[in-house]
């Protein structure tokens, strides 16, 4: 089975704090710290997804178990171009997944080509398949904390599953 993560990443990601005020990212029991970090350990397609103008971490800025997310190239999703971005990312995702369907496992960077776990995935037109991807783009568009940013993702989501 294809499995791809998400990794949505804000400008305030890496300083985010726990409820001591501690940094997130430096507990080893923090569930994205443990998500993202088992999944670059299990060789699981990550893609970063920087929000709301955020850049890419470098190395030095990440856990060890995060390191390898640095390497990666990572899509844009903003406000005033959600729709074209969203696409964008869901051609990423579904490249992957078919990639993955016809056993091509090619090397890890950019989005068009990291490994991926080989095997049997859905099928593009699968409406399962098609609700997690709206799910996903649901998190991320509730993941914009700028008001006005979040108004506009929300209704492009509503668009996208009306059609």
């Known amino acids: 089975m294809c499995a791809v993560l998400l990794a949505v990443i804000s400008p305030d990601w890496l300083l985010a704090a726990d409820e001591r005020g501690g940094r997130r990212l430096d507990d080893p029991d923090d569930l994205v710290l443990l998500e993202i ?15 709301e103008g955020a ?51 090619r090397p890890a960077g950019d989005v068009s080509g990291a490994v991926v776990k080989v095997g049997p995935g859905p099928a593009p037109n699968d409406l399962t398949w098609a609700a997690g991807l709206l799910d ?7 993941s914009i904390t700028n008001k006005h940013a ?14």
Do not use: C, Q, Y
């Open 37 to 51: 970090g088992t999944a670059l350990a299990r060789e699981v397609r990550v893609i970063p997804v920087l929000v």
């Open 55 to 105: 850049v890419m971490p470098r190395r030095g800025d990440l856990p060890e178990s995060l390191a390898g997310l640095a390497r990666r190239n990572a899509l844009r999703v903003r406000h005033e171009s959600f729709r074209d971005d969203a696409g964008r990312l869901v051609a990423a995702i579904e490249r992957v997944l078919a990639s993955a369907a016809v056993g091509d496992a």
């Open 136 to 142: 996903d783009a649901e998190r991320i568009a509730n």
């Open 150 to 163: 979040k108004a506009p993702a929300l209704s492009g989501i509503a668009r996208a599953l009306a059609a």
